[in-house]
């Protein structure tokens, strides 16, 4: 089946074309980071305004980079949630009317299935299962993954996400919007040892997360250590304890999640998966415990359209059909989902 991705969930607007047997054969993704950096977060309808304006010309792109005429297109998929209910509601009534106008069916999809999913879009995708960890501006999850719909959610974060942390941080360090890669790349510079955090959770059993304790850890020490007077270097040592805090805690509940499980295989998805220090420390336990650890690569990674065309693919192409409405799920639980045709 060739269906037509659209993503709109959050700050990224995404089309993409996906043919059941060839794989990807075109996907575009405007960034919104210019739009919403002089407000340090996403403004909500700023981010609507702008997926209406970039969103078909994105269609035509992609439909073009794929010799496609868009009656060629056999269905449509969209991400119907979660996400910001106006963001979303641009890509459900775009997908929604093209697939009407083009007599073909249309389905909203899971954004955190797509990123489940998107692993398979790799040339050499991994088998089920496997647990994944979501890891992302808005998510931080460990799920069981036996198969598509089959989902079982090992723990997930009980306070901010782990981008979000990231994010917050890096504001408090000064740093711009978003602040995930620039306080990577401060840590670079940090000195090992002169600070240390805390690990949130992790002297107890259990999968969740909970980073909002470490924010806070980090707006004392900063205030300690001279706050905004604080010179260069003590902040990039502080960015470097603070990294070494969410790497090691993400490691520690990976760990867990696999012996848990018994799956020998973690594949590590969402924007915060592109940290090399945390790459680097999962290759390295991975190795140690014998445990195949894959990302997809980045473009798979961070937002994008291809996932959403995949499981739009995958669900539509077993028959699965919706009644034509327009409805989205800001909130929507993972593990209500069912596999393909149901149960
Ligand atoms: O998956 P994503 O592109 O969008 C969603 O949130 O769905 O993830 C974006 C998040 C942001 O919080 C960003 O700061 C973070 O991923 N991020 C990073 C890095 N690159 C992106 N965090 C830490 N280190 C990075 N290198
Ligand atoms: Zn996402």
Redesign the pocket.
Known sequence: MRVLGIET????TAAAVYETGRGLLAQAVHSQVALHAPYGGVVPELASRDHIRKLLPLVRRVLEEAGLAPGEVGGVAYTAGPGLVGALLVGAAVGRALAAGLGVPALGVH?MEG?LLAPMLEPDPPAFPFVALL?????TMLVGVEGVGRYRILGQTLDD????A??KT?KLLGLPY????????LAERGRPGRFRFPRPMTERPGLDFSFSGIKTHAIHVLREAGGEAADEQTRADIARAF?EA?VETLVIKCRRAIEATGHGRLVV??????????RAALAAWGERAGVEVRYPAPAL???NAAMIAYAGAVRLGAGEREPPAIRVRPRWPLDELVPPGGR
């Not at 890891?135 to 998510?139: C, N």
């Not at 996400?161 to 979000?164: L, Q, R, S």
């Not at 998805?269 to 945390?278: D, E, T």
């Open positions: 969930s959050c700050d990224e954004h990123h890891v992302s501006g808005g998510h996400a782990v981008g979000e990231f994010d890096a978003p602040g995930g890669p620039a306080l990577a790349a990294q969410i998805a969402g924007g915060v998966g592109a940290n090399r220090a945390l990674c961070t937002d």
